[in-house]
């Protein structure tokens, strides 16, 4: 069972956008990601299984833990991805999927982290209504204290697993997080990363497992 924990160089968030299998595999494919692990967190009971958090008694968020290196990869890009990889603003589901499960969430280990998620909300809501998007953002961002705990072997890198069901519910908005936010708050990817990398409908499905290499990643044009 991966760790990801902050150990090193490494900082750890953790997302949630919907089913956790397609917005792992957005994150493992992110550059210079350390590694990734799908898991339940904000919810009331301890060491929830699957099938208790699909009740949603449980109170749960299907998410997923990242270890980055914040030396190479800034919190900002994470977030860009995090706002761009589904539709923030569908309340306690994700396209198809339905239920507190699959709410949008940004759950952070420091109160660094947390300022800069509220404030990224603010203008990703604003560049939303800017695209003529009414609905407001409905993302659940909390601060260091909530246990995170890992799901079970076979959904950790499920799309990655031969003979697995190539599903993801996201839907990604089509709208980009204003490149002036990102370059204030530390951003290494710039415009071109994101025209050739970016997500985009179905993005987890139809795209290679392997990572994304950092160099290519940063000099994209």
Not at 129 to 152: M, W
Request: with cysteine.
């Amino acid at each position: 069972m991966p760790t990801c924990s902050k150990d090193g160089n490494y900082e750890v968030a953790t997302f949630a956008g919907g089913c956790f299998w397609g917005t792992e595999k957005g994150f493992w494919r992110f550059p210079n990601v350390h590694c990734t692990a799908v898991g339940y967190v904000a919810g009331y009971t301890k060491n929830p299984t699957y099938e208790e958090v699909c009740t949603g008694r449980s109170g749960h968020a299907e998410c997923v833990r990242v270890a980055y290196d914040p030396s190479v990869i800034s919190f900002a890009d994470l977030l860009a991805m995090h706002w761009t990889c589904h539709d923030p603003t569908q309340g306690d589901r994700q396209g198809n999927d339905c239920g507190t499960q699959y709410r949008s969430g940004i759950y952070c280990s420091t109160e660094s982290q947390l300022k800069t998620a509220r404030a990224s909300a603010e203008t990703y809501g604003r560049a939303l209504r800017d695209a003529g998007k009414k609905s407001a953002i409905t993302t659940e961002i909390k601060g260091p204290g909530d246990a995170f705990y890992f799901a079970e072997d076979y959904h950790q890198q499920y799309l990655a697993k031969p003979g697995s069901r190539p599903y993801c519910s996201a839907e990604p908005t089509g709208v980009a997080m204003p490149a002036e936010w990102l370059k204030a708050n530390g951003a290494k990817l710039g415009a071109g990363y994101w025209k050739n990398y970016g997500p985009r409908p179905g993005c987890t499905i139809g795209v290679p497992n392997e990572p994304i290499p950092i160099d290519k990643a940063l000099s994209a044009a």
